[in-house]
């Protein structure tokens, strides 16, 4: 278990014993991890569940289930970015775990800048029975080779193809997670779910478009086992009733942290 304030809090998975090793072994942590068996009864491990979140003041962040033992669909550039942002954060990847009944999960992120070092936002919120916990993030991609910016000190890093992702804490401007958690309801980040690229003409007619250098919106859900994922190109051009409802959502998420500060990044020797 880690935590530091608002921006670190973390429960370590309780896990199935699952059939590979390596994901065998880190269900079966000791320390501060919290090593269940799985032959009693699951009504009531999920009982004890509840009943150790409310008492620890946490939010489950990552509650792992037999998913993590199955193997994942072949997955795109922007699944692979959560999932090294994940890493970074030493969180389990989205799509592959779940949570106990009541509990849901949302990251909400904007699109990796393609110039180097720049950060990026992203939102992790939990919610549960009687407690709702987020944190925000930063993450930024470097190329880690002598005369290349360096990572800052509060900064993790983890490959991704030919580059690294770095991730770091950021603060929440104003407000609380509860006050974030009923904006995100009320704007439909739960539910949308209709692609914000396809537009229809009078006739009937239309197509998808992608427009370029404009800013995209990318979110992952997780509510109890069922996982979901929603993405829109450009959410700031777009006219159809869909489109302005991800800007809405995309507009109030980049407006959580304020303005992102500038680097000023030190050389790699």
Request: charged share 20%.
């Amino acid at each position: 278990m880690r935590g530091s304030g608002d921006s670190g809090f973390f429960i370590e998975c309780l896990t199935r014993a699952c059939t590979r090793p390596a994901q065998r072994a880190r269900a079966r942590r000791t320390g501060d991890a919290l090593v269940v068996s799985w032959s009693t009864n699951m009504h009531r491990i999920w009982k004890i569940i509840a009943m150790s979140v409310v008492l620890s003041g946490y939010a489950p962040l990552s509650m792992a289930s037999d998913s993590v033992c199955q193997s994942l669909p072949q997955r795109g550039y922007e699944d692979e970015l959560f999932a090294a942002i994940a890493r970074a954060h030493e969180l389990l990847d989205l799509g592959s775990v779940s949570l106990p009944p009541g509990y849901r999960e949302i990251w909400i992120r904007g699109h990796l800048s393609n110039v180097c070092c720049w950060p990026t936002p992203m939102l992790r919120l939990v919610e549960g029975p009687s407690d709702i916990r987020g944190e925000l993030l930063l993450f930024r991609r470097l190329l880690l080779r002598s005369g290349n910016p360096a990572p800052r000190a509060d900064e993790r890093c983890v490959p991704l193809r030919e580059q690294h992702v770095c991730v770091r804490p950021w603060t929440l401007r104003s407000g609380d997670w509860a006050t974030v958690a009923r904006t995100l309801e009320e704007l439909g980040a739960w539910s949308i779910a209709e692609s914000c690229e396809i537009t229809r003409n009078a006739d009937g007619s239309g197509g998808m478009t992608t427009i370029g250098d404009a800013g995209n919106l990318y979110i992952q859900r997780l509510v109890g086992t069922e996982f979901s994922s929603y993405s829109c190109n450009a959410p700031n051009l777009r006219a159809t009733p869909v489109g302005r409802k991800a800007n809405a959502i995309y507009e109030y998420f980049c407006g959580l942290g304020g303005p992102i500060p500038h680097e000023h990044d030190a050389i790699a020797r």
